[in-house]
């Protein structure tokens, strides 16, 4: 059985930091997968943030994050994690990881949210002004 586990949300002050975690599980390949976080806030669309590619480490993040946030991967530990510094109040959401299948860029998964077929429960970042 699939499953993705996020942890790591909170509340923080504007400028803050803090780091989410995805640990995956259930996969039959640890590349059969690439890993993204996403983001939904309230009353919104479920947004794309960042993607990483676990074969070559390649990544893509959305313009409201780039320079803010990194994804990385421990593939050892089969956990994707997303630092985020300076954050910002607009950044409050719900925090998912979605897996999206290899063959798939991760430009491509940030920007289509729908082509990611195993979800996360999700994990809350609320950041204070």
């Known amino acids: 059985e699939v499953q993705l586990v996020e942890s790591g949300g909170g509340l923080v002050q504007a400028g803050g930091s803090l780091s989410l975690s995805c640990a995956v599980s259930?996969?039959?390949?640890?590349?059969?997968?690439?890993i993204g976080w996403f983001r939904q806030a309230p009353g919104k669309e479920r947004e794309g943030v960042s993607c990483i590619n676990r074969s070559d480490g390649s990544t893509y993040y959305a313009d409201s994050v780039k320079g803010r946030f990194t994804i990385s991967v421990d593939n050892a530990e089969n956990t994707v994690y997303l630092h985020m510094n300076n954050l910002k109040p607009e950044d409050t959401a719900v925090y998912y990881c979605?897996?999206?299948?290899?063959?798939?860029?991760?430009?491509?998964?940030?920007?289509?949210?729908?082509?990611?077929?195993?979800w996360g429960q999700g994990t809350q970042v609320t950041v204070s002004s």
């Open positions: 259930g996969f039959t390949f640890d590349n059969e997968y690439n």
């Open positions: 979605g897996a999206a299948p290899a063959h798939l860029i991760p430009l491509l998964i940030v920007t289509n949210p729908h082509l990611a077929d195993y």
